[in-house]
């Protein structure tokens, strides 16, 4: 498994897959409405943290792949409306859900 802090820049694109062996923190600056795709080979127990900016033209929006889970009060819709505004999400893999802990956001 990773132990990297530093985060790894994401390519913009209209999917984006993460998979192991970058870094436990990832970072996107989307310039389209953005998928973010199932992660691939991470281990169990994993954390990763990612953090989304709203580039040229905001707002755009994210969807989620089918093992992402937002439980109560927490929400996969980014709160960033406007340029440089960043949503960041923790999520937690359990077993096979990535489980969001926290999401916030702030003015970039």
Not at 18 to 29: H, N, P
Request: hydrophobic letters at 35%.
């Amino acid at each position: 498994s990773t132990t990297s802090h530093t985060p790894f820049a994401e390519t913009n694109a209209a999917t984006v897959t993460m998979a192991e062996g970058k870094s436990i923190r990832r970072r996107v600056t989307i310039t389209q409405n953005t998928t973010f795709a199932n992660p691939t080979d991470f281990e169990d127990g994993t954390e990763l943290i990612l953090f989304v900016k709203q580039g040229t033209s905001p707002p755009w929006t994210a969807s989620w792949g089918v093992n992402f889970t937002f439980p109560t009060g927490l929400s996969g819709t980014l709160a960033g409306s406007a340029l440089n505004d960043v949503d960041v999400f923790r999520f937690l893999l359990e077993i096979d859900k990535w489980v969001c802990v926290t999401h916030y956001n702030y003015a970039g």
